[in-house]
């Protein structure tokens, strides 16, 4: 990368520790194409739908139905899945098309599906690792925008173009009932049950749940749930849900999941604070899962379970351990700044010999953001 583009990286990074509001909490990073990890997975049974919470269901299909009759495969058997983040979907003329590309957006993630049906068609699933939208416009599930334009269903009608399924996690956009222009910041709901009764409505999405797919446990986290969620994005006034927090229900859920037999990839918007004190979300705190949070004991203690997690948040690029042996993923965004089409990452596993690999969609273009130094 030239120097002089790093310089400008590194500038915008110094913004975000200031200003979060108005340009949803990211940097920028890049990646090279080629990079790969090594992790551990395990073997299992075929698949199946599990993570009952509260009076949820948690069987979820791409469309959206609750059937839970995704195909069985033999146990073992390598497979693929595409993990993307921050789609941001907004709508052109909403108040805050004024700050964003809105329309822009919507042709990334157009785009991003059109290429990974036609280059990654093999692939078995696709993660979206939070922030769907720009905002939701609505907390009330009996009236979010039906029978006309919304961030939700506009989301969902063009990632149903994909000809795979696709997994989603909650994030923090997610939970925004409204938007400011006047101040440039979303304005978070105070009712998380209606918003989460929204995706539930729109996506047959329960607020967390997993699956069991050819022998591995993906566990799909809401880190949008706990106490530390009413805390302010940096420079905000009303937005808040920047910083990672669980609800103990979730804690309790999580240590159920990694007792279980298989090994386990878990997907979560925030980035956990990671082993490396110059990876990107560990410099970023704020926007991380918060340190005094039960889920770093848990996953500590399951470590020889779970093979990577996946996040999101940042809109860089970044990658990490924890524990030593984890391997952590964040994942460039879609949508909004940084965004664009092509930021993939491409995941080969292989349960039998516990590893994965793990590679990008923008060969050339970009590096992971502790690369830089």
């Known amino acids: 990368m030239k ?169 923090n956009h997610d939970y925004q009932k409204d938007y400011d222009s006047d101040i440039d910041e979303g304005i978070t709901t105070d009712n998380i049950e209606n918003i989460e009764a929204v995706w539930k409505k729109v996506l047959g999405i329960d607020p967390y749940y997993s699956i069991v797919h050819n022998g591995v446990r993906m566990i799909f986290l809401n880190a949008n749930r706990g106490v530390h969620n009413g805390i302010l994005c940096g420079g905000c006034t009303v937005e808040a849900f920047c910083t990672g927090s669980f609800d103990d229900a979730q804690i309790e859920w999580l240590e159920d999941e990694l007792a279980e037999d298989e090994s386990s990839i ?49 809109h860089i690029w970044e990658r990490d351990t924890m524990f030593d042996t984890i391997q952590v993923f964040e994942t460039c965004s879609t949508g909004d700044t940084n965004g664009n089409g092509d930021n993939i990452h491409i995941v080969d596993v292989v349960p039998a010999e516990k590893s994965i690999v793990v590679s990008h969609g923008r060969d050339g273009e970009s590096v992971y953001w502790g690369e830089w130094k």
């Open 266 to 314: 878990i997907f979560v918007h925030h980035p956990p604070v990671s082993d490396d004190p110059d990876a990107m979300f560990s410099m970023l705190t704020s926007f991380a899962i918060e340190t005094e949070e039960a889920f770093y004991d848990v996953i500590e203690s399951g470590s020889d379970k779970v093979i990577a997690i996946f996040a999101g948040h940042g």
């Open 3 to 171: 120097r002089n583009s790093l310089m400008v990286l590194f500038a915008l990074f110094a913004v975000l520790l200031f200003v979060a509001c108005g340009n949803s909490d990211d940097v920028d990073g890049d990646i090279d194409g080629d990079d790969e990890t090594i992790t551990d997975g395990d073997t299992g049974e075929s698949d199946d739908m599990d993570g009952d919470i509260e009076d949820f269901e948690s069987d979820y299909s791409k469309d959206g139905d609750i059937d839970g009759d995704e195909e069985e495969v033999e146990a073992g058997e390598p497979f693929r899945f595409l993990v993307i983040s921050d789609t941001h979907i907004r709508l052109p003329g909403r108040p805050d098309d004024g700050l964003y590309d809105n329309q822009g957006n919507i042709d990334n993630l157009e785009a991003s599906v059109s290429r990974i049906n036609d280059e990654f068609s093999e692939a078995d699933f696709v993660a979206v690792t939070g922030d769907l939208v720009g905002c939701l416009y609505s907390e009330d599930p009996d009236d979010y925008g039906i029978g006309g334009e919304n961030t939700a269903e506009t989301f969902k009608s063009t990632m149903d173009d994909l000809t795979m399924p696709y997994h989603v996690t909650l994030g």
